[in-house]
């Protein structure tokens, strides 16, 4: 695979990032925030240059990481997953596209001013010219940058120092005219002005000496921009009466006419045209590597990522991204929809920051940054934070638009790109391990109350049908593996429900041959256990309500029942079983009973999640009375990602050094296939709503009893834990 050329030094990443951001942000931008919030417009840059500070010290980092092409997407993909990279992938590109269209919009104006021309024309031939110029090579891109750049801050030094004397104090009277509210609103507006200062982390495959030229690049920029912006928007104010600049189209032209005659406006127009033209040429030059970086990493198409055999550039991204630019000069009204760009830029910037903490709490191994960000996590959390506040001035507009571009990705993903990777984020192990660590401490709370003896706990095995001697024996035996451990005792009760007109009274003092059987069969078979059995008939009207009313009165700990097919009144009117484990103080036990005596292999099935912590510990006491072990089977291939693997068997081995019994492993194969010879097989229940039977919840069909077990809803991870689990796990 070819690589692109490192020949982008120090001061290639200086013109680059300041030509990125002195653009639309300065010469347009300006006059709409006045509007909003006063001489207070001031501040509101000021403020946006330091709530960037977090993400240029993230992706500062990031980049020495990780110095190749795709910047934001690349870190956001590696940190965050493919999902989430694919949406700051194209989210990025689409707004740096629009960014570099709408510079060229803004830039016309400015050259109106002395040639009666017409806007849009203009501005499609620079854009023509532009991608042609990034078509050649970045050497050639770089070189031209660093040109503009520099006459660009000769004229704008000449304006603010020319014009710094001429400042009135009176324009600053009422400096907080739009309140706090104006202040955010209008922070949030020239927020997008520092976008383009992390731009060059999307070319840092280019760059010469990445973990040095990098961070003094961005963070260099960044400095040197914003106490260029706060000076030119004070000096600006200053030199005119309130009201002339705001809602202008040349702002900065009218601010130099007051001070510096025409000479000025020349020279303030010079600029401007250099400004936005770079602002556009670094646009079009960094969001083409975002669909190059994508390609390769098989979240966009093959084509985008080849490079031209002569230029060394990727010409498919670069026409792409070029067609864009043209297509939005041409029929998209860029400044009604400017907000859109800004609104997802700050979400990107919040996605880096969080990227950042994703892999320095991973396990990302290849992860050793020549740059480390400082104040570290609290930089990062203020990014965040400060983030999404600005987000709720942006209006629901942008916010709209923003939410459209994400789900359009996500749509992008699922149809084209998830079938072709099998990769995740560090994030994802991040919360992986830290649920698999909660999960094993309450899991180990759970198998040390089971150890532990009580005030006799007693299990209920509830019958509510007449049942064989052989299927009584296996309930019987069962509940008393869960007992033994802590001295407990077993109570059986055949549960008969009569008509709702016959007496209760009456049916209780009338004894059936089917309670004779019941009790003669059950005290022979206590006989078998060295346990405390006790046992009994109930007659109710309401069977289900019986067996959770008999429970609760009794304080049992567990109820073991066996799982019944569904009949079609039960189909028709809900499960009667359903509605026992819904309502039951206590955990239930639902029992496919295929036979029980001394099982040797327990296996513990899994469902994609953590082992429930009260399923494992009856896997684990049924396999301990028996002396047997457990085996750990869980939904896990060589298909799923390596980080994914590796985390699940560590989890899987320290869940092995809680337990009393031996413990295997036996990953569940796409072919179906299952761990040899199962005696019992242990799963958790709560996850799906009570079935029709043992197919609604196991993968595979076993020849031997199938235990599920439902915890108490105490005992239960809520809603938003159960799904972060299902989606890391």
Known sequence: MKTLERDLGIGAVFAISVGAMIGSGIFILPALALKIAGPAVVVAYLLAGLLVVPAALSKSEMATAMPEAGGTYLYIERGMGPLLGTVA???????LSFKS???LVGGVPYLVLLFDLPVKPVAIGLAAFLVVVNLVGAKQ?????TIIVSVMLVALGWFVAGSAGKVQQANYQNFFAGGWEGLLAATGLVFVSYAGVTKVASVAEEVENPGRNIPLGILGSLV??????VGIVAVMVGVTDAGTVAGSATPVAVAAEATLGEWGVYAVIGAALLALVSTANAGILSSSRYPFAMSRDKLAPPTFAEIHERFGTPTTAITLTGAVVLVLIAFVPILEIAKLASAFQILVF???NVALVAFREGSTEDYDPEFTAPLYPWMQVFGVLSGLA???QMGLVALGGAVVITAGSVVWYVVYARPRIRREGAATDVIRRRLGRDVLTETADAVGALDAPGDTPEVLVALTRDATEERERSLLSLAADLVRPTDGRVVVVRFDEVPDQTPL???????SPADVRFEAQTEGLSAEFDVDVEYGEIVSHDTKRAIVNFADHRGVETVVAEHERLRLRSRLLGDPIDWVVRHAPCDVLLVENRGYDSPQN?????????????????????AGAAAGHVTLRFPLSETHPDTRQATIHAYQDELAGLLSAPVRTADLRPDGGQTPDPDVVVRTGFRQRVGGGRGDHTPTAVDCTEVTVYPHESRQPGLLRRLAERLVF
Do not use: C, K, N
């Open 101 to 103: 269209a709408l510079a």
């Open 141 to 145: 891109t770089g070189r031209l940058q």
């Open 350 to 352: 919040v996605l880096v």
């Open 224 to 229: 040197f921009t914003t106490l260029l912006y």
């Open 390 to 392: 600005l987000l709720t």
């Open 505 to 511: 009274d009456h049916a209780a003092e009338v004894q």
């Open 89 to 95: 992938g194209v989210g990025t590109w689409f707004s």
């Open 602 to 622: 327990v296996v513990l099935e899994g469902d994609g999640g953590p082992y429930d912590p009260a399923t494992v510990a009856v896997a684990d006491t049924l």
